[in-house]
């Protein structure tokens, strides 16, 4: 693949990002809420290895709410009235982003509250 081809693809996908900070709310939420963490695991002098599960669990929610995202797009795209059959795959997107932001959470708790609690 020569430099240009992947140049235009970095592209591509920088315009996906932006098109996700534009128009979708949660990711909007989910960015803050990933600099606030970041900002405190930097206060709390996380180890390298909690900052960088932490860094991964980031990219997993913003990962999924970006696919998510992405399907319903394409949903809309093909089937803009509503559809059973379109509903219940953009439920089970929605479950993902759900289920990634859950998992997030615990992981953040498992790594946070024994360093906050040194405060206490």
């Known amino acids: 693949m020569s430099i240009e081809k992947k140049l235009r693809s970095f592209k591509y996908a920088l315009t996906g990002i932006a098109i996700a900070w534009r128009e979708e709310f949660n ?3 989910d960015v803050v809420w990933a600099f606030l963490t970041l900002g405190l695991a930097w206060f709390l002098r996380l180890s390298e290895t909690e900052f960088l599960v932490i860094l991964f669990m980031i990219g997993f929610v913003l990962t999924a709410e970006t696919f998510n995202t992405a399907l319903e797009e394409l949903c809309d795209k093909f089937q803009p ?3 059973p059959h379109i509903g219940k795959i953009k439920d089970l997107a929605a479950g ?3 289920i990634s932001s859950i998992t997030a959470f ?4 498992v790594i946070f509250i024994p360093h906050l609690t ?3």
């Open 27 to 29: 990711f909007r939420f």
């Open 81 to 83: 009235t509503h559809d």
């Open 96 to 98: 993902a982003v759900l």
């Open 106 to 109: 615990i992981v953040g708790c």
């Open 118 to 120: 040194l405060f206490l």
